[in-house]
Protein backbone atom coordinates (compact mmCIF):
# COMPACT_ATOMS: atom_id res chain seq x y z
CA UNK A 1 0.00 0.00 0.00
CA UNK A 2 1.58 3.46 -0.89
CA UNK A 3 0.77 4.95 2.55
CA UNK A 4 2.03 2.89 5.15
CA UNK A 5 0.16 4.69 8.31
CA UNK A 6 2.05 3.16 10.93
CA UNK A 7 5.20 4.45 9.62
CA UNK A 8 3.88 7.48 8.90
CA UNK A 9 3.00 7.86 12.41
CA UNK A 10 6.07 6.88 14.18
CA UNK A 11 8.15 8.54 11.79
CA UNK A 12 10.59 11.51 13.70
CA UNK A 13 9.20 14.82 13.07
CA UNK A 14 11.30 16.79 10.41
CA UNK A 15 12.28 19.94 12.17
CA UNK A 16 14.19 23.04 10.12
CA UNK A 17 14.50 26.57 10.07
CA UNK A 18 12.38 29.34 7.66
CA UNK A 19 12.53 32.73 7.80
CA UNK A 20 10.70 35.54 6.16
CA UNK A 21 10.45 39.43 5.41
CA UNK A 22 8.15 42.20 4.57
CA UNK A 23 8.68 41.52 1.09
CA UNK A 24 7.13 37.97 1.44
CA UNK A 25 4.24 38.93 3.53
CA UNK A 26 3.22 42.20 0.98
CA UNK A 27 3.71 39.64 -1.92
CA UNK A 28 1.33 37.17 0.15
CA UNK A 29 -1.07 40.12 0.41
CA UNK A 30 -0.94 40.57 -3.15
CA UNK A 31 -1.52 37.23 -4.29
CA UNK A 32 -5.54 37.19 -1.98
CA UNK A 33 -6.23 40.08 -3.48
CA UNK A 34 -5.33 42.75 -1.09
CA UNK A 35 -4.63 46.44 -2.71
CA UNK A 36 -7.51 47.14 -4.35
CA UNK A 37 -8.28 50.10 -4.44
CA UNK A 38 -4.16 50.63 -3.99
CA UNK A 39 -4.59 54.04 -1.89
CA UNK A 40 -7.30 52.58 0.42
CA UNK A 41 -5.79 53.55 3.81
CA UNK A 42 -7.32 49.81 4.80
CA UNK A 43 -5.09 48.46 2.21
CA UNK A 44 -2.50 49.73 2.58
CA UNK A 45 -1.65 48.33 5.70
CA UNK A 46 -1.49 45.05 3.70
CA UNK A 47 0.65 46.09 0.91
CA UNK A 48 2.93 49.02 2.45
CA UNK A 49 6.17 48.02 4.62
CA UNK A 50 6.14 51.47 6.86
CA UNK A 51 2.34 50.13 8.14
CA UNK A 52 2.26 46.40 7.35
CA UNK A 53 0.17 43.98 9.54
CA UNK A 54 0.15 40.50 9.04
CA UNK A 55 -3.10 38.54 8.41
CA UNK A 56 -2.66 34.83 10.38
CA UNK A 57 -3.30 33.17 7.44
CA UNK A 58 0.49 34.09 6.20
CA UNK A 59 1.48 31.39 8.36
CA UNK A 60 0.38 28.72 5.29
CA UNK A 61 3.07 30.19 3.52
CA UNK A 62 5.69 31.57 5.64
CA UNK A 63 9.08 30.94 5.13
CA UNK A 64 8.33 29.51 1.13
CA UNK A 65 8.60 26.26 1.65
CA UNK A 66 6.09 23.41 0.53
CA UNK A 67 2.79 23.97 1.66
CA UNK A 68 1.47 21.27 3.47
CA UNK A 69 -0.13 19.28 0.66
CA UNK A 70 3.09 18.90 -0.84
CA UNK A 71 5.42 18.63 1.99
CA UNK A 72 3.28 15.91 3.64
CA UNK A 73 3.45 13.76 0.94
CA UNK A 74 7.68 13.38 1.24
CA UNK A 75 7.20 12.18 4.61
CA UNK A 76 8.23 8.59 5.36
CA UNK A 77 5.64 5.54 4.75
CA UNK A 78 3.79 7.86 1.70
CA UNK A 79 4.32 7.10 -1.49
CA UNK A 80 1.08 9.06 -3.63
CA UNK A 81 1.02 10.53 -7.45
CA UNK A 82 0.01 14.40 -6.93
CA UNK A 83 -2.51 14.02 -9.40
CA UNK A 84 -4.55 12.08 -6.70
CA UNK A 85 -3.97 14.27 -4.04
CA UNK A 86 -7.16 17.27 -3.05
CA UNK A 87 -6.32 19.68 0.16
CA UNK A 88 -9.38 18.87 2.20
CA UNK A 89 -9.32 21.13 4.82
CA UNK A 90 -6.85 23.34 7.07
CA UNK A 91 -6.77 24.44 10.29
CA UNK A 92 -4.64 27.28 12.06
CA UNK A 93 -3.94 28.61 15.84
CA UNK A 94 -2.14 31.63 16.73
CA UNK A 95 -0.18 32.07 19.28
CA UNK A 96 0.36 35.50 19.27
CA UNK A 97 0.63 38.61 16.40
CA UNK A 98 3.01 37.14 13.27
CA UNK A 99 6.19 39.71 12.49
CA UNK A 100 6.25 41.02 9.31
CA UNK A 101 9.98 39.79 9.39
CA UNK A 102 11.43 36.59 11.33
CA UNK A 103 13.29 33.74 11.49
CA UNK A 104 11.27 30.36 13.52
CA UNK A 105 11.84 26.84 13.79
CA UNK A 106 8.92 24.50 12.14
CA UNK A 107 8.83 21.09 13.18
CA UNK A 108 6.61 19.09 10.67
CA UNK A 109 4.93 15.44 11.81
CA UNK A 110 1.85 13.43 10.36
CA UNK A 111 -0.10 13.53 13.14
CA UNK A 112 -3.57 11.36 12.11
CA UNK A 113 -3.95 9.01 8.97
CA UNK A 114 -7.38 8.05 8.68
CA UNK A 115 -8.99 5.39 6.46
CA UNK A 116 -12.43 7.31 4.75
CA UNK A 117 -13.26 3.92 2.49
CA UNK A 118 -12.02 5.42 -1.03
CA UNK A 119 -10.05 7.42 0.13
CA UNK A 120 -7.16 8.18 2.55
CA UNK A 121 -7.01 11.47 4.74
CA UNK A 122 -3.57 12.27 5.95
CA UNK A 123 -3.46 15.30 8.93
CA UNK A 124 0.25 17.19 8.40
CA UNK A 125 0.65 19.07 11.42
CA UNK A 126 3.48 22.51 11.76
CA UNK A 127 4.13 23.59 14.92
CA UNK A 128 6.68 27.34 14.78
CA UNK A 129 8.29 28.99 17.16
CA UNK A 130 11.14 31.56 17.72
CA UNK A 131 13.24 32.42 20.29
CA UNK A 132 10.28 34.48 22.48
CA UNK A 133 8.22 30.82 22.09
CA UNK A 134 5.28 29.05 19.85
CA UNK A 135 4.16 31.43 17.07
CA UNK A 136 1.81 29.44 15.56
CA UNK A 137 0.64 25.27 14.71
CA UNK A 138 -0.99 24.59 11.23
CA UNK A 139 -2.84 21.01 10.63
CA UNK A 140 -2.82 20.01 6.56
CA UNK A 141 -5.77 17.71 5.98
CA UNK A 142 -4.61 15.77 2.75
CA UNK A 143 -7.06 13.81 0.60
CA UNK A 144 -5.37 11.35 -1.74
CA UNK A 145 -7.94 9.48 -3.47
CA UNK A 146 -7.97 5.53 -4.19
CA UNK A 147 -6.25 4.88 -1.06
CA UNK A 148 -8.68 4.21 1.58
CA UNK A 149 -10.00 0.86 1.88
CA UNK A 150 -7.58 -0.36 4.73
CA UNK A 151 -9.60 -0.99 7.47
CA UNK A 152 -7.96 2.18 9.60
CA UNK A 153 -9.85 4.53 11.91
CA UNK A 154 -12.01 6.92 9.66
CA UNK A 155 -11.23 9.77 12.10
CA UNK A 156 -13.72 12.44 13.42
CA UNK A 157 -16.05 14.62 11.34
CA UNK A 158 -15.82 17.95 10.41
CA UNK A 159 -19.16 18.65 9.30
CA UNK A 160 -20.90 21.01 11.71
CA UNK A 161 -24.37 22.43 11.83
CA UNK A 162 -25.17 25.12 9.33
CA UNK A 163 -25.64 28.16 10.56
CA UNK A 164 -29.39 29.70 10.76
CA UNK A 165 -30.53 32.48 10.08
CA UNK A 166 -29.73 35.52 7.36
CA UNK A 167 -26.06 36.15 7.64
CA UNK A 168 -24.83 38.88 9.51
CA UNK A 169 -23.03 40.18 6.37
CA UNK A 170 -22.09 39.01 2.47
CA UNK A 171 -19.37 40.24 0.81
CA UNK A 172 -18.13 39.53 -3.17
CA UNK A 173 -14.43 39.07 -3.76
CA UNK A 174 -14.15 38.77 -7.65
CA UNK A 175 -11.10 36.20 -8.43
CA UNK A 176 -8.71 37.73 -11.25
CA UNK A 177 -7.76 35.41 -14.13
CA UNK A 178 -4.36 35.31 -13.11
CA UNK A 179 -4.72 35.08 -9.21
CA UNK A 180 -3.67 31.64 -8.91
CA UNK A 181 -0.35 32.59 -11.24
CA UNK A 182 0.40 35.27 -8.49
CA UNK A 183 -0.46 33.21 -5.47
CA UNK A 184 1.84 30.42 -6.44
CA UNK A 185 5.03 32.91 -6.04
CA UNK A 186 4.37 32.79 -2.72
CA UNK A 187 5.87 28.97 -2.64
CA UNK A 188 3.04 26.69 -3.69
CA UNK A 189 4.10 25.28 -7.01
CA UNK A 190 1.87 22.78 -8.02
CA UNK A 191 0.86 22.22 -11.57
CA UNK A 192 -2.33 21.79 -10.25
CA UNK A 193 -3.16 25.78 -10.48
CA UNK A 194 -1.11 26.81 -13.75
CA UNK A 195 -0.88 23.78 -16.09
CA UNK A 196 -4.16 23.23 -18.16
CA UNK A 197 -2.69 19.99 -19.17
CA UNK A 198 -1.84 18.78 -15.73
CA UNK A 199 -4.93 20.14 -14.67
CA UNK A 200 -6.96 17.77 -16.77
CA UNK A 201 -5.13 15.03 -16.07
CA UNK A 202 -6.58 15.42 -12.16
CA UNK A 203 -9.90 15.59 -13.55
CA UNK A 204 -10.60 19.07 -14.05
CA UNK A 205 -11.56 21.46 -17.07
CA UNK A 206 -8.97 23.96 -16.10
CA UNK A 207 -6.40 24.95 -13.90
CA UNK A 208 -8.15 25.98 -10.35
CA UNK A 209 -7.49 28.50 -7.71
CA UNK A 210 -4.87 27.25 -4.71
CA UNK A 211 -7.54 25.99 -1.87
CA UNK A 212 -5.20 28.25 0.41
CA UNK A 213 -5.67 31.27 -1.54
CA UNK A 214 -9.32 30.89 -1.34
CA UNK A 215 -8.63 30.70 2.75
CA UNK A 216 -6.96 33.39 3.03
CA UNK A 217 -9.02 35.80 0.66
CA UNK A 218 -12.20 34.76 3.26
CA UNK A 219 -9.69 35.07 6.42
CA UNK A 220 -8.92 38.94 4.83
CA UNK A 221 -12.72 39.47 4.54
CA UNK A 222 -13.46 38.72 7.82
CA UNK A 223 -11.04 40.46 9.55
CA UNK A 224 -12.41 43.88 7.46
CA UNK A 225 -15.93 43.35 7.87
CA UNK A 226 -16.34 41.82 11.25
CA UNK A 227 -12.98 42.51 13.14
CA UNK A 228 -12.31 46.57 12.38
CA UNK A 229 -9.24 45.44 10.50
CA UNK A 230 -7.12 44.08 13.49
CA UNK A 231 -5.68 41.42 12.31
CA UNK A 232 -4.36 40.57 16.09
CA UNK A 233 -8.01 39.33 17.01
CA UNK A 234 -7.72 36.36 15.46
CA UNK A 235 -6.94 33.34 17.12
CA UNK A 236 -7.76 30.31 15.63
CA UNK A 237 -9.59 29.64 11.30
CA UNK A 238 -10.61 26.31 9.96
CA UNK A 239 -12.01 25.22 7.03
CA UNK A 240 -12.98 22.35 5.09
CA UNK A 241 -12.48 22.92 1.04
CA UNK A 242 -16.01 21.48 -0.55
CA UNK A 243 -15.44 22.62 -3.99
CA UNK A 244 -13.34 24.21 -6.53
CA UNK A 245 -12.83 27.62 -7.48
CA UNK A 246 -11.82 28.83 -10.68
CA UNK A 247 -10.08 31.92 -11.95
CA UNK A 248 -12.24 34.73 -13.12
CA UNK A 249 -15.16 33.78 -10.44
CA UNK A 250 -16.36 35.45 -8.18
CA UNK A 251 -16.13 34.43 -4.57
CA UNK A 252 -19.90 35.20 -2.42
CA UNK A 253 -18.74 35.35 1.49
CA UNK A 254 -21.42 34.67 4.17
CA UNK A 255 -21.00 35.62 7.69
CA UNK A 256 -22.96 35.21 10.65
CA UNK A 257 -21.73 36.61 13.85
CA UNK A 258 -21.39 34.15 17.09
CA UNK A 259 -19.97 34.67 20.77
CA UNK A 260 -16.04 34.89 20.51
CA UNK A 261 -16.24 33.32 16.90
CA UNK A 262 -17.54 34.19 13.28
CA UNK A 263 -19.25 31.24 11.20
CA UNK A 264 -18.45 31.33 7.43
CA UNK A 265 -19.41 30.01 3.53
CA UNK A 266 -18.37 30.88 0.57
CA UNK A 267 -19.57 30.10 -2.93
CA UNK A 268 -19.12 30.75 -6.44
CA UNK A 269 -21.37 32.92 -7.70
CA UNK A 270 -21.47 32.01 -11.36
CA UNK A 271 -21.60 28.48 -10.43
CA UNK A 272 -25.31 28.61 -8.83
CA UNK A 273 -23.11 29.39 -5.63
CA UNK A 274 -21.80 26.19 -5.53
CA UNK A 275 -20.24 25.01 -2.03
CA UNK A 276 -16.28 26.19 -1.96
CA UNK A 277 -15.70 26.80 1.99
CA UNK A 278 -17.73 25.22 4.53
CA UNK A 279 -17.36 23.97 8.14
CA UNK A 280 -15.32 27.19 8.58
CA UNK A 281 -14.77 29.05 11.96
CA UNK A 282 -12.91 31.90 12.81
CA UNK A 283 -12.37 32.50 16.61
CA UNK A 284 -11.37 35.67 17.54
CA UNK A 285 -11.11 38.10 20.78
Known amino acids: MPIDAAKALAAEPRTGEISWNSK ?26 S ?17 GVISGLS ?25 ATGTATATHRIAAVYDK ?6 VLRTEVADTEGPLW ?7 VRGEGGWGGDRGPSARLDAPTGEPDRTVERPIRE ?14 LHADPEFAKVAGFERPILHGLC ?22 SYV ?30 VEREDAPVLADTVVEHT
Open 24 to 49: DVQLYHLGIGAGVPATDPDELRYTLE
Open 51 to 67: RLHVLPSFATVAGSGSP
Open 117 to 122: GKAAVL
Open 137 to 143: TNDAQIF
Open 178 to 191: DQALLYRLSGDWNP
Open 239 to 268: TRFAGVVYPGETLRIRMWRQEGAVRVAVSA
Open 75 to 99: MPGIEVDLARVLHGGQSLTVHRPLP
Open 214 to 235: TYGITLKAVVDTLLGGDVTRVR
